[in-house]
Every structure is written in structure tokens, then in C-alpha cells.
């Protein structure tokens, strides 16, 4: 069993960074994919962004991949999200997801709010 503890949530201003961790009970980085989706309200969960064990990563356009930025630190056993010059409309809970071990892992999200 992994659990998956978000962190680094709150609210930032339109224009600002803000910088999301993920936390696994276990080191599981060497061999785990990693990802991040979101969920604002009303709407469908959407995924951000993925990080592969070999290092690569994929974003959900080329939007998002010129302002969010996804890597893990296997040293610290953490995942990160990178979020810079946010918009309002990236508000929305933040979910960290882990594929290891044949087995797909959520953790139960941290809220990111865009406002003035």
C-alpha cells in the first residue's frame, strides 16, 4: 500500500508561482510513474502533467507545458508541480497520482487558488 500526501497548496495571486509536492509513504520514484491532475469545481478531473521513471514527462498541451513544470527528486522521495504564472482558471484541487507495482495510487488532493 502507498499513500500519497499532497502538500504546498493555498492561494496565490493571478501571474504567481506556486509550488505542489507529493509525498509517497514509500521510495518508490526508481520505478513508479508519477502524475498530477486537477479537478475545479463543476468540472470534469483533467490531467496536468506526467513524470516516467526514465525522467521524461508529458503535459497536457503545450500551454500548460510552458508554465508548469513536473520532476521528482528520488533523494526526497517526492514528486513536485511547479506552477508558474498562474491563472484564475487553474484553480482547482490537485491530485498526485502513482502507477507502481501494477497498481494505481491517488492522493486526496490539496486545493490551489487563483484569486486577486
Known amino acids: 500500500q502507498v499513500q500519497l500526501v499532497e502538500s504546498g497548496g493555498g492561494v496565490v495571486q493571478p501571474g504567481g508561482s506556486l509550488r505542489l509536492s507529493c509525498a509517497p509513504s514509500?521510495?518508490?520514484?526508481?520505478?513508479?510513474?508519477m502524475a498530477w491532475h486537477r479537478q475545479a469545481s463543476g468540472k470534469e478531473r483533467e490531467w496536468v502533467a506526467t513524470i516516467y521513471p526514465s525522467g521524461n514527462t508529458n503535459y497536457k498541451d503545450d500551454t500548460m507545458k510552458g508554465r508548469f513544470t513536473i520532476s521528482r527528486d528520488n533523494a526526497k522521495n517526492t514528486v513536485y508541480l511547479q506552477m508558474n504564472r498562474v491563472k484564475p482558471d487553474d484553480t482547482a484541487v490537485y491530485y498526485c497520482r502513482s502507477n507502481w507495482a501494477d497498481q494505481e495510487y491517488w492522493g486526496k488532493g490539496v486545493l490551489v487558488t487563483v484569486s486577486s
Open positions: 514509500r521510495n518508490i520514484f526508481e520505478t513508479a510513474t
